[in-house]
């Protein structure tokens, strides 16, 4: 489908859309279909039913090979809001995001500063289903599942938005950037705070804890983080 043909999926800042989403034209029930049909905002009242749509969601074709989707996990009231890139093997099986070493990396990271994803964050992906062999996420695909990261962000209101690794950083804020040019820096977009952050895989294969390795870089990060949460915590 060329560029030109598609609906716009995510932009509303025209009147006729924000009607359309109210009149018995939109179809919610029409969402997982089709990448043509927009999710405008308000469209979920809760991330259950966001779940059930994503789990017969073929809005691009990563629907086709998926065991789960994997919506997200964590506080639904969380102040901060992991993004990852997309669900691996061991996720799509499992249908959690951030499990194996990755997860249990992620997990120590937010221990070290007395974060745990039960309590204080929600933990989510740029895209619900698995990407074959594990790949990057087309832009095609990211595009396809961005309504649905936005109702996320919309129903948890998180105040601030770690994006780990390249793909969340472009795609849900538009930096082009590699990771290490931009980590640890605060962006602000909509009266929400959004850092990126090095991906737990990224750190499993750099070990090195030296001064300046992404590890040691990775440590600093999520003091700042904590310090900042602290901050917005205490007014």
Not at 122 to 139: A, D, G, Q, S, Y
Request: contains cysteine; negative net charge.
């Amino acid at each position: 489908m060329s560029a030109e043909s598609q609906i716009d999926l995510f932009t509303f800042s025209n009147t006729s859309d924000s009607v359309a989403a109210q009149t018995n034209e939109f179809d919610p029930e029409l969402i997982p279909t089709s990448a043509t049909i927009s999710i405008p905002p308000g469209t979920y009242s809760s991330m259950e039913q966001m779940n059930a749509h994503c789990n017969r969601c073929f809005r691009c074709d990563l629907g086709k090979n998926r065991t789960h989707a994997v919506v997200g996990e964590g506080n639904l009231n969380a102040d901060v809001m992991i993004v990852g890139e997309g669900p691996g093997q061991t996720e799509d099986e499992t249908g959690r995001p951030f499990v194996g070493r990755s997860g249990e990396l992620l997990d120590k990271i937010l221990a070290s500063v007395k974060l745990t994803r039960e309590h204080d964050v929600f933990i989510c992906n740029i895209v619900k289903c698995r990407p074959p062999e594990n790949r990057e996420p087309t832009l095609q695909e990211a595009d396809a599942c961005k309504g649905y990261l936005l109702e996320q962000i919309r129903m948890i209101d998180p105040k601030i938005i770690l994006l780990t690794g390249k793909t969340a950083l472009r795609n849900l804020v538009g930096i082009k950037e590699g990771i290490t040019k931009v980590r640890g820096q605060w962006i602000e977009r909509d009266n929400r705070l959004y850092m990126p952050i090095f991906h737990p895989a990224y750190l499993l294969r750099n070990p090195s804890r030296e001064t300046g390795s992404p590890k040691w870089l990775m440590w600093q990060d999520i003091q700042a983080v904590k310090t900042k949460l602290d901050e917005i915590r205490s007014h």
